[in-house]
T-cell receptor
Framework: AQKVTQAQTEISVVEKEDVTLDCVYE???????LFWYKQPPSGELVFLIR??????QNEISGRYSWNFQKSTSSFNFTITASQVVDSAVYFC???????????FGTGTSLTVIP | DGGITQSPKYLFRKEGQNVTLSCEQN?????MYWYRQDPGQGLRLIYY???????QKGDIAEGYSVSREKKESFPLTVTSAQKNPTAFYLC??????????????FGPGTRLTVT
């Protein structure tokens, strides 16, 4: 079964628009960890954020913000005032309590049009 | 600078040949991972290793082999038994998940093309 679902395959926005990338996860563990990564055209995945299941506080880092809602099993990522440099593929990932394995979503390809 | 290096960036091989992809890290991480990325399929785990001289199969280990003789190195061999080897291969490392589930750090990847 798919543990992490990123239903949006591709999104295009015009520069300075806000955009939200959705991530829905599935786990039976009470302790788990969620992550977001950015993959620019160069290919290397860049770590953005880590969140554990006991911390539901939303987080903001500059133009980036994350909304974690256990009630809906979602961990959505919003980019405010998007820029061309935000164009990339974004992956959401889940790691369960034992931490042996990350489960990645299929990614959302974001294109920011100047 | 600490990080993960993978070489080469692009690799071309003829069908039927084994090929080894290198991965080195100087982050002092115990755990290392190999992923395969195909268009539209996200990342799939091939093998992972949590300590030296130990490694475990991931979801798609068939046709691949690894070794972990040193903490810093986790080479991946794509054997001729792998039916569709053309893909983008990513290596990652993290602190030991036994201590703390932490983020994985990724190398720049190797794009393998087999013809």
């Amino acid at each position: 079964a798919q543990k992490v679902t990123q239903a949006q395959t591709e999104i295009s926005v015009v520069e300075k628009e806000d955009v939200t990338l959705d991530c829905v996860y599935e786990t039976r563990d009470t302790t788990y960890y969620l992550f977001w990564y950015k993959q620019p055209p160069s290919g290397e995945l860049v770590f953005l954020i880590r969140r554990n299941s006991f911390d539901e506080q939303n987080e903001i880092s500059g133009r980036y913000s994350w909304n974690f809602q256990k009630s809906t099993s979602s961990f959505n990522f919003t980019i405010t005032a998007s820029q061309v440099v935000d164009s990339a593929v974004y992956f959401c990932a889940l790691s369960e309590a034992r931490g042996n394995q990350f489960y990645f979503g299929t990614g959302t390809s974001l294109t920011v049009i100047p | 600078d600490g990080g993960i290096t993978q070489s080469p960036k692009y690799l071309f091989r003829k069908e039927g040949q084994n090929v080894t992809l290198s991965c080195e890290q100087n982050l002092n991480h115990d755990a290392m991972y190999w992923y395969r990325q195909d268009p539209g399929q996200g990342l799939r785990l091939i093998y992972y290793s949590q300590i030296v001289n130990d490694f475990q199969k991931g979801d798609i280990a068939e046709g691949y082999s690894v070794s972990r003789e040193k903490k810093e190195s986790f080479p991946l061999t794509v054997t001729s038994a792998q039916k569709n080897p053309t893909a983008f291969y990513l290596c990652a490392s993290s602190m030991s998940p036994w201590e703390r589930v932490s983020e994985q750090y990724f190398g720049p990847g190797t794009r393998l093309t087999v013809t």
